[in-house]
């Protein structure tokens, strides 16, 4: 009797390992090259390592400025939005508590899109869309000066607006 229970257990082992063979885990790797959209943020101010900082992701303002290694002593914080979500090329000046500096974050209207040519003090509606028309018919500014060649905007607004634009 123990003899067939050896062999009934042997035989259902056997039976086991080739009905349910294992499955070889295959790794698959590819070498394509893998573009990563970036953005360049330039952090002037009351930082402690200001200069530009490269991207690959859209980031909070107290997200960037941990890569600054924080703030200085100076630095008046409550005149900054730490919750601003920074997603393109930007300019994010901090200011001191000793001066009455104005934070002015240059916004980048060769890249910019229509709602975030209208955080431009003095650019409306029709001007953001007409830049961007101009923009999409004559491709990259290559100067600031060149804006006076959009539709409704004339000499008064571009001085208006040029503290607050950038090429890159």
């Not at 050896?6 to 893998?34: G, W």
Request: net charge negative; glycine share 4%.
């Amino acid at each position: 009797m123990k003899e067939w229970i050896i062999i009934v257990v042997v035989l259902t082992i056997i039976a086991c390992i080739v009905l349910f063979p294992r499955k070889e885990a295959y790794t698959y790797v590819t070498h394509e090259k893998i573009e990563l959209d970036s953005f360049e943020i330039e952090i002037r101010g009351e930082v402690v390592f200001p200069g530009f900082y490269t991207f690959f992701e859209p980031m909070r303002l107290d997200e960037i400025l941990d890569f600054t290694y924080g703030f200085t002593d100076d630095a008046d914080i409550n005149e900054i939005d730490l919750s601003k979500i920074y997603e393109q090329d930007s300019y994010i000046f901090i200011p001191s508590l000793s001066t009455d500096e104005i934070v002015i974050e240059k916004i980048n209207i060769n890249n910019a899109n229509f709602q975030t040519l209208l955080d431009i003090p003095g650019m409306t509606e029709d001007r953001a869309a007409s830049l961007i028309v101009y923009r999409q018919e004559h491709g990259l500014f290559s100067s600031i000066d060149e804006l006076i060649n959009v539709k409704n905007i004339g000499p008064a607004t571009l001085e208006k607006i040029r503290p607050y634009i950038t090429l890159g």
